[in-house]
Every structure is written in C-alpha cells, then in structure tokens.
C-alpha cells in the first residue's frame, strides 16, 4: 500500500491550508518563469492525490519526465518554503528577526552600513524584549564586524559597549546550554525507560542530575534560564515519582508564562507542555479538583490565537487536551464517558497521523485499553494492547511492560485460563528482561499462580490477602509505579466486594471530595 509519509514534497502539501495553496501559486506565477510553472501542475496533480503513488502521478503530468521528476519536486518543495516564509513573516518572532538580519545583510553589502546599523539596532531591541539571546549573538557580531571594518562615529565607546555585550549574552548561552541540555537527556531517559524501575535507577538519576546541573542556576533570572531549570527539576522528580516535587516545578513552568505573558507566543509549545505536566502532576496526586480546574483552563487556552497560530501548536494541544480528558474520566471511575470520547480521539490521530510520533499514539492506545479494562470490556481491552504489545517500537519500556501485564489481567478476567500459564510465564520473563519487575508485580503473579488451584469459594480470602500485601506499598515511592499505570488496588477491591471497579474508583472520588469539603484533608 502507498505509504503517504514517504515523500517529504506530498507531507508538505498535504499539511497545507486553503489560504497557504493558494498563496503558493500567486506566489509561484508571480516571481517565476513560464518554465517554472510546471510546478504548479506538479503540484496540482500531487494535491489531489489520496496517498503518494508515482506511477500514477506521472500519468497525470506528461509533461515531465519520469528522470525530471525529481528535479521538479525539489524545486517544488522550495518555491513553497519559500512561499510560506513570505506569508508567515509576521507570525513568529523567530522569522522577523530572521527578516530584520537579511535586510541587514543586504544594505551592509550595498555599502548603506549606517544604514544596516539602524536596522540591527531595531532588531536588538526586539530580540532583548523577546529574550532570543541568539539572535542577539548574530546581530551583535555583524555589528562588531560593520565597527571593525567601517569608521561609523555611531557613538562613543562604542567598541567597549559591543565588547561587554558579547561577553554578557555569551555566558547567558553557555547557562541555557547546560540547562536544557540537561532537561533534554532527562526527558529522553523517561521517554526510553519510564519512571525508575529500582534504587540502582535512582542512584544513577540523582548522580547524573547532581553532576549536569550548573552551580550557579539556582541564581539565574532570564527567561530561558529559568525554564530549563524548572523543567530539569520536573524530569527528575517525575522520573523518580517525586510526585510533589513534579507539581511544584511544573507550577513553576507555568507560573514563568504568566508572569512573562509576551512569552506566551513566542515559545507557546513550551507553554502548551508545562500546562500538560501540571495536569498530570494533578492526576498523579488526585488533586481531582486542581485538575478539574486545570483541565479547565487548558481547555479554555485551546480557543485562543496562541493555540491555533500554527499546526504544531494546533496538534499538541489536542493531544494534551484530550489526553488530560481521559485522565479525568479515569480518576472519577467513569470509564464509559471516557469511552465516548475514544472514537473522536481516533479519528483526530488519523488525521493528524503524518506529524504525530508513535510514542503519542501508543500512550492513547493504553489509555483506550485501561478504559474498556475499568469498563469490563475485556475483549476490547485486548485489542487496543494488542497494537501495543505488537509494535515493535524502542520507547517506553514501562508501556510495553504493564500492557502485556493488564493483557494478563484481561484474559484472567475472561476466564481463558487454558493460556494463563503460558501468559504468566512469557510476561513475568519479558518483565524481568526489562527490569520492570517491583514487590507489586511479583505479588500480582504470585495471586494468579495461586488462583488456578483454589476453589471459587475460597477466592475471597486470597483476595483480601493480596489486597492486604499491595495495598501496604501505596505509598512507597519506589513501588508506586505499579499504581500509576493501572489502579491495581481498586481492582482488587472490585472483586474483593463485588462491585464495578468503576463504581469503587468513584467512590473514592466522592469520599475524598467530601473530606476536602470538611477541612480533613
């Protein structure tokens, strides 16, 4: 089957608007040759296709030739980057600052270099006010360059001032290096492991964030500073389940955009993330009516300007948006609700299914299976574990863990014990492969051994005995990891006294709800 993502010129087309199509062939037959316009006919005939297929591509433009193709696609693909520069110039800080440098250049190069020094005078007081310290770099050093070989008279001292101001937003650089440089190899530590698995993870979380994090951070007052060092601080705390610790610094992500509100659209994708972290941080302490408020505030941001500028921006808000939706209906035991808005959720993947990483979908995918697993709907539980457990796709371990884990669970839940022996062995091996094996999981498949040769009426006791060994580690941070991918204790309990275990996780809810209400929490 043709497969859409594999041409970088149709990706592009397709990611088009209506406005952006047509701005690229006023753009196109305004600035090109009558030669060049065989581009738009490639690019017409490509439009219309459902999925890339060459064959049938050069059937519909007999006017280039199998060997042109692809020449034409790749000035294809530039005449619409370049087209969409010229639309987008004003959107991002970014492309400004990248405008206000060409017009630069090009007035420097004409031998007007007062004049380039006027420009790059306007684009440092724009680059300042929006802390984009590399711009600043650049314009700094075209303008060391103009005073080194020009004589301006532009103003005294004028080489000291440069001078200092190269050496100020040097250091700057070299901090913001180090700090997101360290946030980063956080986050790719999560994205590939999860959360730690065992004190040896811990040790060696704690030593690397110990050794990469700059002395003097903690000091530091810029923007991007501050940003990166909060969320280094949140990667290690969530890596290590330090739930409280997570909270606090996803807040104070957060908090930084309010507290700078310009910077709400220059780095808006950062916003969209450190608003997600803080509902989760929410989810992860059922601070169930922080997230409900949370939750709304995020979903309020989603309408605005700043949500809907650009497709990125576009996309992960509903990621996070709908991914925060879920959440919510699982923390209050109703699944079903959060059944309803699977379908809307799927068919929005799909069609965002060219500029989503796997990692994303397979987190929905869990998230689905958790849902028809608190629902009953073992069968289908299965099915959406399954796209999961038969991807084989390097990232997060835990998922691929606890997956194959709630898979178990689902065919126990079905009765299928003609496989459970086979089912226990495989997962418990993978399990231990993969480090990911904690006193929960071994009291999870110690349960299921022990359930094959005990009669149905004597269930119960076995159960309040597995009950009673989880239920002790709740709030063991080195075994709370168990918890945080599928409420184990409230399934328990669901057995134990006959109940959903929707109802049992609502109420839970209700009784915390109402304790907060009484000032006992």
């Not at 301006?152 to 004028?158: A, F, G, H, L, P």
């Not at 079905?414 to 492969?433: C, E, P, Q, T, W």
């Amino acid at each position: 089957m043709p497969n859409r993502s594999t041409d970088i010129v149709f990706q592009l087309i397709r990611s088009l608007q209506k406005s952006e199509k047509r701005n690229f062939k006023l753009y196109t037959k305004r600035n090109s040759g009558n030669h060049d316009l065989k581009i738009v006919d490639l690019f017409d005939a490509m439009d219309k296709l459902e999925d890339y297929d060459e064959a049938q591509l050069l059937k519909k433009i007999p006017s280039i030739k199998k060997q042109q193709l692809s020449n034409t696609k790749a000035h294809l693909y530039k005449q619409i980057l370049a087209s969409l520069r010229v639309l987008k110039s004003t959107e991002s800080i970014d492309l400004q600052l990248h405008e206000q440098l060409d017009y630069a250049r090009i007035l420097y190069n004409k031998g007007l270099y007062l004049q380039s020094l006027k420009i790059l005078e306007k684009a440092k007081e724009l680059a300042i006010s929006h802390n984009q310290d590399s711009f600043l770099i650049q314009v700094i050093s075209m303008e060391k360059k103009i005073e080194t070989l020009h004589i301006t008279r532009s103003m005294q001292n004028r080489a000291e001032t440069l001078a200092n101001e190269a050496l100020e937003v040097n250091e700057r650089r070299k901090m913001i290096t180090s700090l997101s440089n360290l946030a980063l190899q956080l986050y790719s530590w999560y994205v590939q492991h999860g959360h730690s698995r065992n004190k040896e993870d811990e040790i060696y979380i704690k030593k690397y964030f110990t050794e990469h994090l700059p002395a003097e951070a903690y000091k530091q007052t810029g923007f991007y500073e501050r940003l990166y060092f909060y969320q280094s601080y949140c990667w290690y705390a969530f890596i290590r389940q330090d739930f409280l610790m997570y909270y606090r610094y996803t807040q104070k992500w957060v908090n930084l955009f309010h507290s700078e509100p310009a910077m709400l659209e220059v780095e808006t994708s950062h916003y969209i993330k450190g608003m997600h972290n803080l509902m989760n941080a929410h989810f992860d302490l059922r601070n169930y009516q922080q997230f409900a408020i949370t939750l709304k505030q995020f979903e309020n941001f989603s309408e605005s300007p700043a949500a809907n500028l650009h497709d990125n921006n576009r996309i992960q808000t509903f990621v996070y948006l709908n991914s925060a939706k879920l959440n919510l209906e699982m923390v209050v035991g109703n699944f079903s609700a959060g059944l309803v808005l699977a379908p809307t959720i799927e068919q929005q993947l799909e069609e965002y299914s060219l500029y989503l990483d796997r990692h994303r979908v397979l987190v929905f995918n869990y998230k689905i299976a958790t849902l028809h697993f608190g629902a009953g709907n073992y069968n289908e539980c299965i099915d959406y574990l399954r796209k999961i457990i038969n991807d084989q796709v390097d990232l997060r371990n835990d998922l691929q863990c606890y997956a194959r884990l709630v898979h178990l669970l689902a065919h126990y839940e079905l009765g299928n014990m003609d496989i459970m022996d086979h089912l226990i062995k495989s997962v418990y091996r993978f399990m231990a492969k993969m480090q990911n094996l904690t006193v929960i999981e071994e009291e999870v498949f110690k349960f299921l051994r022990k359930s094959f040769s005990v009669h149905r009426s004597m269930l119960k006791p076995e159960l309040e005995k597995f009950l009673q060994a989880i239920k002790q580690f709740e709030k063991d941070r080195f075994e709370t990891r168990a918890f945080a991918y599928l409420d184990l204790v409230s399934w328990v309990e669901s057995k134990l006294y006959e109940k959903p275990m929707g109802v049992v996780i609502r109420e839970k809810y209700l009784a915390s709800n109402r304790r907060i209400a009484y000032g006992t929490l």
